[in-house]
């Protein structure tokens, strides 16, 4: 779990404190503390805990977006309770989509992820916290180098909004929308496909009222591409 302020805000997995009655927080000087979970968001699977104390080292924070495939990275865990333990691999892939995960675009890596590494930081080899590792794909329950990281800069906006609000509110503009195939890419002109096509609209809706129409394709948002139609809801 990585310390985000000196002043005892730590970052953890929403599902690792989910229905828990006590918290503790152990340093690696060995110091215990109870911690207070400030908010959790289980969409990003975040949660912010405070604990009551001062001056603590704090890790930095990287830009996820300039991490590249095949860069190195490493994680710090407490895989089957072996405390301080870290792992080290490569970025498979960025921008990964899981079901029923379409609000972050996991980080996928090779690091030697198992249970009890949730939660804890992915570095890069600037050593900067560019990840917090989430969840793993397995058939058997360990590690099968298929890991799944959330990037920090999704994690800290979680964050933001946790320490202000105690929640995450997010916005939605009332479509429903689909992949573009390569069919529809070229009967738009657009070439090869991207953006998100509008199959439903919401009556009375923001995008209703701004004059979005079933049949539409959502290229830019906010000023920014919808390469995919997945990423639309992360703009929004």
């Given at each position: 779990m990585p310390i985000v302020d000196a002043n005892g805000l730590i970052l953890t997995n929403a599902h690792v404190v989910d229905g828990a009655d006590e918290v503790v927080v152990k340093l690696?000087?060995?110091?215990?503390?109870?911690a207070k979970v400030l908010g959790t968001d289980k969409r990003t699977d975040i949660a912010l805990l405070k604990i009551e104390t001062r001056d603590l080292p704090k890790v930095t924070i990287g830009d996820p977006d300039k991490l590249k495939v095949g860069e190195w990275v490493?994680?710090?865990?407490?895989?089957?309770?072996?405390?301080?333990?870290?792992?080290?691999?490569?970025?498979?892939a960025k921008g990964r989509d899981l079901p029923q995960e379409n609000l972050v675009p996991f980080i996928q890596t090779d690091v030697a992820i198992n249970p009890g590494n949730s939660g804890g930081p992915l570095f890069n080899m600037k050593g900067e916290v560019v990840g917090i590792n989430s969840l793993i794909y397995s058939r058997t329950g360990g590690y099968m180098g298929l890991a799944f990281a959330i990037p920090i800069d999704v994690a800290m906006n979680t964050v933001a909004q946790l320490k202000d609000k105690g929640r995450v509110t997010r916005g939605r503009i009332?479509?429903?929308?689909?992949?573009?195939?390569?069919?529809?890419?070229?009967?738009?002109?657009?070439?090869?496909?991207r953006g998100a096509l509008v199959n439903g609209v919401e009556k009375d809706g923001p995008a209703a009222k701004a004059g979005v129409e079933v049949g539409d394709i959502?290229?830019?948002?906010?000023?920014?591409?919808v390469k995919t139609s997945q990423e639309l809801p992360r703009i929004i």
């Open positions: 690696i000087d060995q110091r215990e503390f109870k490493v994680a710090i865990g407490k895989p089957f309770g072996l405390e301080n333990t870290m792992t080290a691999g490569i970025v498979s009332g479509v429903q929308i689909q992949p573009v195939s390569k069919e529809e890419a070229e009967a738009f002109g657009l070439g090869a496909p959502i290229v830019k948002a906010d000023g920014k591409d």
